[in-house]
């Protein structure tokens, strides 16, 4: 089962950052905050990922809280493109299932012209 | 060049026929896997495989095997197949099962029972 709760949509106009909040209230030390998305008809892609410093790569920056219980995905211009369902996964390192990623109902972001 | 690529990427089939999706990665990664995600859009891990184990979700029925014939293909097989197995499949892989190592989706394959 998930262990992140997000909303089930939002909107962004084209240009502008898109902030999509994550809750994982009950994450651990160990786990690790990944973000993927899905862009319609294709396969998953993944985005970022962190533990508890915030992080920045090409595509996104990650924004962890400091108690760790929830983190905010920003696209910083968002473009068309960028109209996906945006998937929160938390996991950890360990052997075997608990390493595996558990994608939960994520967020469909639309953004808009 | 396609990283993950999978056929067919259309499945039509009747209920109780035996059917197989392929799966091959160029990568060289050393685990692959199956995902199942159904018509609400749920999607969920099937197998995890690469030549040291396989972990299988307990939800899949014993009728789905995957079939590793080298590190670079990782094929699905379904027995007897049902109306509820309908859904697209999407293959992954990664450099390795552990660390940080991002999953690389193939394009999925949209089975259909009738």
């Known amino acids: 089962d998930a262990k992140t709760t997000q909303p089930t949509s939002m909107d962004c106009a084209e240009g502008r950052a898109a902030n999509l909040p994550c809750n994982h209230s009950?994450?651990?030390?160990?786990?690790?905050v990944y973000w993927y998305r899905q862009i319609h008809s294709q396969g998953p892609q993944y985005i970022i990922h962190?533990?508890?410093n915030n992080e920045t790569n090409e595509m996104a920056s990650l924004i962890i809280t400091e108690d760790r219980k929830s983190s905010t995905l920003i696209l910083p211009h968002a473009t068309l493109r960028d109209t996906a369902v945006y998937y929160c996964i938390v996991r950890g390192l360990q052997s075997g299932s608990a390493r595996q990623l558990t994608f939960g109902s994520g967020t469909q972001l639309t953004v808009l012209p | 060049d396609t990283a993950v690529s999978q056929t067919p990427k259309y499945l039509v089939t009747q209920m109780g026929n035996d059917k197989s999706i392929k799966c091959e990665q160029n990568l060289g990664h050393d685990t692959m896997y199956w995902y199942k995600q159904d018509s609400k859009k749920f999607l969920k891990i099937m197998f995890s495989?690469?030549?040291?184990?396989?972990?299988i979700n307990e939800t899949v029925p014993n009728r789905f095997s995957p079939k590793s014939p080298d590190k670079a293909h990782l094929n699905l097989h379904i027995n007897s197949l049902e109306l509820g197995d309908s859904a697209v499949y999407f293959c992954?892989?990664?450099?390795?099962?552990?660390?940080?190592?991002?999953?690389?989706f193939g394009p999925g394959t949209r089975l259909t029972v009738l």
């Open positions: 962190g533990l508890k």
């Open positions: 992954a892989s990664s450099q390795d099962s552990g660390g940080h190592n991002e999953q690389f």
């Open positions: 009950t994450i651990s030390g160990n786990e690790y």
């Open positions: 495989y690469n030549n040291k184990e396989l972990i």
